[in-house]
């Protein structure tokens, strides 16, 4: 069961990680005014953002030259880090004059506190610890960076009127990962230098571009809505719209996650070209598409009572919003079916067009229903956009010849969740009747579905090769 293993591996980092952050932002929820925390997640979201614009892709392509001539490293360590600090010199302005178009803008020292945190990623160098296999290292600095983030919150806001601290949190936060990151790159990759060959610069940048365009197209396609209901809406509906994306994005990593972790396998199954992709995509998407759908009827049928135990009862208006977003955890994972088999193709340009494809779509579906719905259109505006990112990329892989898994693979979990929605809402079912739903849903998987334990089970052998190459930045689900 190499790939479960394997995923358990990862997933422990990266939920650790996402545990620490949650609990910030739930302390956050609780202790700031709605408008507050609204203006947090906002400006989270910005730097976010111009953090994916500065990392420009260059970690991707560092990784797969240094695997090809190791000799290399220490120019790429180098050149990537001079591109990023002049990237971070742009983006450090412009952030902060975006941030001002919030209809109910935060105090300008926080976005400046957020903005100047950029200024300490050229420093990370990330995809050095990969490339040089030390993933331990690697998680131990996102873990460092959520703890002292969480810590310095915990110390330094304990109500409304501290919000700026959270920006100094958020720099202490970044300063002390970046500081780390320098010093075991120094000590045990390559010695930093203030000097280096600019030879092939402009080779490597222009290869970053594709990347980079892609990486900035997820960004958009994932804080969109955000960005949207924030300059058009502001208030207390940003607040709650950031609350329910706040849930949805912690639990998107797992999708991340597991993709990374099928990758190699889909990787030698496409160079392959023996019909093995189409078994293995198949049996994949049936797993996750019943696991995804799983998650999201427990997310809508309990969508108050966890909003209110996680974040507080001021935030239990986003509980409708959270009840659309959560549909977006089954579409991201058998999305990704086909957009991390494109990539293992080398058609990352597919993957760009499905990315933009999503975006377009988002902000089409938020200027036509969001005025009118306020938060909950904004969801799903979100939601819209992933199921075209679906499309378009299950379009794209079906014509070069991928064998995607059919769509129809989410239809008999998606017809059973619905049964169980319906029988709860016409019922009346309080939180134990919601409960023992998701409960018959998950006994009733292999009853319903005959092939799943023996997809399941042929899905856990495969067999992963090491050393692939996909960095923990480039999915869109991260």
Known sequence: MKLFKDYAVLAGGQVAGKIVAFLAFAWLARVLDPVGYGAVEYVVGLTLFFSTLIDGGLGVIGVRRSAHDPAALPTLAFQIRIARLFLA????????????????????ILVWLFALSLLTLPWRQEWLLQATERMADAALAQFLRMAAFAVLVFTLVDRPQ?????????????????????YIVHTRVAPLSARGSMKGFPALLTEGTAVGAGNIAWAMNLYAPLFLIGTFIGGTQTAWFAAASRVIGSLLVFSYVYHYSLYPAVTRATARKDGELARLLAGSCR???????????????????????ALGAKMAPAAPMLQVMAWMLPVALCSG??????????????????????????VVVALLVGPRMGGPGYAIAALAGFVAVWGTAHGFAARAGLTPP???????????AAAIAVAHAHFGWGPWGA??????????????????????????HAKLARGGSMPVRSDPDA
Do not use: N
């Not at 501290?162 to 920006?167: K, P, R």
């Not at 998987?445 to 334990?453: N, T």
């Open 89 to 108: 010199l742009i983006a450090v302005p412009i952030m902060v004059l975006l941030a001002s178009t919030m209809k109910s803008a935060a105090p300008l």
């Open 162 to 182: 501290q919000l700026v601290a959270v920006g100094w949190a958020e720099l202490g936060a970044a300063a002390l990962m970046s500081a780390y990151c320098v």
């Open 287 to 309: 797993v996750t598409a019943w696991a995804g759908v799983l998650a999201a009827l427990a997310l809508t049928l309990l969508a108050e009572p966890l909003i209110v135990v």
């Open 337 to 362: 079916h086909a957009r991390w088999s494109l990539a293992a193709a080398g058609l990352q340009t597919r993957v760009l067009g499905s990315q933009a494809g999503g975006l377009a779509t988002t």
């Open 406 to 416: 059919p769509l129809r693979l989410l239809l008999l979990p998606a017809l059973v």
């Open 435 to 460: 409960i023992a739903g998701v409960a018959l849903f998950a006994l009733s998987v292999p009853l319903v579905d005959r092939r799943f334990i023996a997809d399941m089970k042929a899905l856990g």
